[in-house]
C-alpha cells in the first residue's frame, strides 16, 4: 500500500477525457517533457506540464524499449529540468515574468500556489527578473498580501540555512491589485502596474487562474484584451474542474479560444505533481519486478482512495455546484488510474503519455448507476467534540442533495485488464486524515 502526502505543488495536465480530437496544433513554445522524480527533495521537480489533449495524436512508432524509457526516467539534469518543468529560463537576463494570481485572497492560492512559486523561486527556477501579483476582489495592501503569503510559505525542501532569507527575498516580489474579474478597467490599472516592474524588458505574462470556473471566461477576457503582454508571451493556468461534463468543457474550450490561441492555455491537474503519482511510471517502467506483475493475471482489483478529515469549510460556493465526483474523481483519480493502468508509452514526452491515457480511457467501459455509491456527510460527535454537517457550511444550501463521498466499481475493456475492478473511493469529512492511497490487490493477497 502507498499513501499520498498532502503537499507538493502543481502539475498541468491534458484536460479531456474522452479521447477526440479537437484540432492540431503546435506547441513547440511548451516545455513537453515528462520530467521524473529522482529524489524526494527538489519539489519543483513535481511540476508537469503536459500538452494539450487536443493536439492531434501522433501515430506511434515501433522503435520504444523499456529500456529508453527507463533511462529517460532516471536521467535529466538539474537546470534541465528548471526550464522543461517550468517553461521559464532562469538565466535569462533580458526578459522578465510577471506571475498574476487571479483570485489570490481564496483557498488555493494560499495553500498552494504561492508556496509552489516560492518553492520554484527557492530552487532557483524563476528567472532573475520576476514579479508575483496578487489579483482578487478583497481589498488588500502589498504588506497585508506578504503577510497572507508568508504564513503559508514553508521551507518544506529540505531546512536549509537561507531559507527564511529567501522568503524575505521571495515576499518582496510580491505585490497586490485588488478589481473585479470581469472589469477591462481594472486589469488596464493591473497591466500599468506589471509595466512599472518590467521596466522596458521582454515581458512574459502568466495568469493563474485560482478562482472559480464560472468567473473563468471574464478573467480570462480582460486579462488577455487589457494586460496581454506585448512583446514576449501571454499564458494562461486553468484549473479544474474544467466544465461540468463534455459539452460544457468543449463550450469553455471554445470560448478560451475567442482569446488564447490554444498553446497559450495550460489546464493543470495538481495531482499529478504529487511524488508518487509521478512515480507511478518509475515503479512500473524501471522496475524490472512489477511490469510483468501488472495485469488482470496477478492483480484482483486496484483501488484508488482519496479520504479528507475535513469539509467544505466555506468553499461550499463552489463545492456545491460540483459535488466530490467533479471535484475529485473525474479528474484527481481518473488521471491517476489512467497512468495507473496505461500500457508503455513509445517515450516520456508528454503527447506520448497522453496518448497512451486516452486510450485507456476510451477502453473503459460505461459506469453503470448499480456500480456507483454516493453520500453526503452529516453532523456528528466524537470525543465531547460536535463536528457539523455538510449543510451546516453557511456557503451550501440547506437542502443540498450534492453528494460529498463516492464510490464507484470502473472496468477497462482490454487485453491487459479485462474483468480487474478499479475502485474508486472519495469522500470530505471522512473519519481518515488527508491522504490518496492506491492499493493494487494481487492475487496472492499483497499490497503495494
Ligand atoms: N482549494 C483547492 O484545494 C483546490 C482548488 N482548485 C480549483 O481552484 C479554483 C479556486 O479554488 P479555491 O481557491 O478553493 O476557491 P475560493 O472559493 O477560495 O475562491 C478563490 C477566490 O475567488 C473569489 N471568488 C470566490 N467566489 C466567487 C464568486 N462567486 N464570484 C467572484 N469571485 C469569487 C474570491 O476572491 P475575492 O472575493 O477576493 O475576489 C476567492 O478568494 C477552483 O477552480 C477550484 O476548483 C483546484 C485544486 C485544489
Ligand atoms: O482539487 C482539490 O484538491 C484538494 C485536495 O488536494 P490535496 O493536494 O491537499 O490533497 C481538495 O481539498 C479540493 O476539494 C479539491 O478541489
New binding site residues.
Partial sequence: MSTLSSSHCSASYSSTFNGRRQRSTKLSSIPKRFVPVKSARNSYQNLVLLQDVSSTMTPIENDSTLKKLKDGLLSATSSEECEDVVGFDSNDKNSTVSITVV?A?????K??IFPALFALFYEDCLPEHFTVFGY???KMTDAELRNMVSKTLTCRIDKRENCGEKMEQFLKRCFYHSGQ?DSEENFTELDKKLKEHEAGRVSNRLFYL??????FIDAVKCASLSASSANGWTRVIV???FGRDSESSAALTNDLKQYLAEDQIFRID?YLGKELVENLSVLRFSNLIFEPLWSRQYIRNVQFIFSEDFGTEG?G??FDNYGIIR?IMQNHLLQILALFAMETPVSLDAEDIRNEKVKVLRSMKPLQLEDVVIGQYKSHTKGGVTYPAYTDDKTVPKDSLTPTFAAAALFIDNARWDGVPFLMKAGKALHTKGYVESRNRFLSHTCV
Fill in positions: 483570485g485572497s481564496g483557498d488555493l492560492a495553500k498552494k482578487a476582489r478583497s474579474y485560482s478562482i472559480p470556473p464560472n468567473i484549473e479544474k474542474p495538481h468553499r460556493g463552489y471535484d
